[in-house]
């Protein structure tokens, strides 16, 4: 990736936090890198590089600068939002893929050699997916040294390193201490959560509208799996080691995310998935840009700044519950789905789900699928890994494809033929031959969708809208949609107004939640 010297010291100069994550900036005198916006005195020009990784800085040999903390910044936007190879691999590494299932078995889920996967991640990184991945490690490696009472070897093959001498001359390479030295530094409080809790601040780029975000997870709650309740979103997370919960509440700059993990080694993947769950790595300064330059959602933008597209944390849920919602109103779309969960032994806590929404859906009146019609993590406290037999009052991550196909035809309650639809989709996830994962190939993804009987492409959309993250899909025919482009002046015909959104590229996503809004 190239990186214009002029314009990278420009932003490090004015500091400005708006570049954070984009780029990080390497000081050969001193030997760190830090984040752009750093509060440091800023280095003469002949002093400096600039890295389009931080990994990229480690493997130059410089350390993370303790005072600005530039692993902690948000992600780039770039890798969050482009659909290319290396795209993919940065949300799968950040998956915690690499320290799963090694090199080969990343290669394996993009389609291409290790040599070839290597040589694209250093022309656009600076860095091959071992050091990209090394540099994950690092900060998780640092947030449980922080935040845990854990022993050091726990930490160690917790955060993915393949042994204790490892770790330590990782954290001594990265961080420019021991991890002793580490735990000293900064006292560890007692986890309010108590054991398996940690607390984490979730950097974001400002704006944010927190309640546009909220309002829209409420409204789509789904019992005994999430919930809002007094501006905190809480979920239960299906995690590669183990289940898990997370809390997420907006604050001024950041998200406190308070994560119970029934095992430690989740805690990367884990972040990762409750950032894209909120956008968080998102450019709403772009974003708004180009929606604001359409004079019929300029006053909107301007009304409510850093609009976000809420994602998910599991595709196969965005799924399931895209074709549980057509053609339904939203309270048979949540009965349907609460007597699902039901019966796979998931069982809402009391208390929980009590909202106004459920899962996700058109309204009643959405045209059917193919007629014509008329959305890092710097720590703070922590805990001990958890002990079998604790998770009692934990929400529930939703159920795997595989326990979705023994589901019996009347626990369904819904017409047969999207009874076999879902059935379909949970035979294409579970033989692997459907990849819904934020990693996989946005377009290949979509046309298998609409190979699936019953899928169109509403629900291809939207699935490619909120679980694969793809920033530029459209739903013309969604009746919300063209009742909000009605709302705004804007045509509702589905054909005119697919045509007019062309002016809204890349961001269409973000124009149908704003449309959604204005609805």
């Known amino acids: 990736m190239e990186l214009d010297f002029e314009r990278c010291y420009r932003a490090v100069d004015s500091r400005d936090q708006r570049f954070d994550g984009w780029f990080y900036t390497g000081v050969t005198s001193t030997g760190i890198y830090c984040r752009p916006s750093c509060p440091a005195m800023t280095p003469k020009r002949q002093n400096v590089r600039f890295f389009p990784s931080a990994a990229a800085a480690q493997t130059a040999g410089l350390r993370a600068c303790r005072r600005c ?53 250093r022309a656009e990184m600076g860095a091959g997916p071992l050091a990209l991945a090394r540099a994950q490690r690092a900060q998780t490696a640092r947030t449980l040294i922080e935040t845990t009472g854990l022993s050091m070897a726990e930490v160690a093959f917790a955060a993915g390193f393949g042994s204790v001498r490892q770790f330590n001359d990782t954290v001594r390479e990265v961080f420019g201490a021991a991890p002793s030295e580490l735990r000293t530094a ?68 950041h998200v406190t995310a308070t994560l119970r ?31 604001a330059a359409d004079p019929a959602l300029a006053r909107a933008v301007a009304a409510e700044p850093g609009i976000r597209l809420p994602r998910s944390v599991d595709g196969f849920e965005m799924a399931v519950r895209a074709i549980v919602g057509q053609q339904v109103s939203v309270r048979s779309a949540r009965t349907t789905l609460a007597r699902l969960l039901t019966h796979l032994s998931r ?104 190979a699936l009987p019953g899928i169109g492409p509403w629900t291809a959309g939207y699935v490619a809208m909120r679980a694969l993250g793809d920033p530029d899909v459209l739903l013309p025919t969604d009746l919300a949609v063209r009742r909000g482009a009605a709302a705004l002046g804007l045509p ?19 124009a149908v939640i704003r449309l959604w809004r204005a609805a």
């Open 69 to 121: 903390r530039p692993d902690a910044a948000p992600g780039s936007p770039q890798w969050d939002v482009r659909g290319d190879v290396v795209g993919r691999a940065m949300r799968l590494i950040a998956d915690g893929v690499v320290d799963r299932d090694g090199i080969p078995g990343l290669a394996a889920r993009l389609g291409y050699t290790e040599r070839h996967l290597h040589r694209m991640l």
């Open 186 to 253: 900064r006292r560890r409080c007692p986890a309010p959560g108590g054991a398996g809790t940690i607390t984490l601040r979730l950097a974001y780029r400002p704006p944010l509208h927190a309640r546009a975000l909220l309002d829209f997870l409420a409204l789509r709650a789904l019992p005994g799996v999430e919930e809002v309740r007094d501006g905190t979103y809480r979920r239960g997370l299906r995690l590669p080691h183990g289940p898990g919960e997370a809390a997420l509440t907006p604050a001024d700059g």
């Open 261 to 291: 993990l029934t095992d430690m080694r989740d805690l990367a993947p884990a972040v990762a998935r409750c950032r894209r769950l909120l956008d968080l790595d998102a450019d709403p300064t772009a974003v708004d840009g180009t929606l």
């Open 347 to 450: 069982p809402a806590p009391e208390g929980v789900g009590q909202g106004r929404g459920s899962g996700e859906g058109r309204p009643l009146d959405q045209p059917a699928e193919g007629a014509e019609a008329v959305t890092g993590g710097e720590a703070v406290t922590g805990g001990e890994a958890v002990a079998g037999g604790e998770r009692a009052g934990w929400l529930s991550g939703f159920p795997a494809a595989e326990e979705v196909l023994g589901v019996p035809d009347e626990v369904f309650g819904m017409p047969a033929g999207r009874r076999e639809t879902i059935r379909a989709l949970a035979r294409a996830v579970a033989d692997g031959s459907l990849d819904l994962a934020p990693g996989g190939d946005r377009e290949e993804t979509v046309r298998r969708l609409l």
């Open 492 to 510: 509702n015909d589905p054909r005119t107004l697919d045509a007019y959104a062309d002016r809204w590229r890349p961001w269409r996503s973000y």
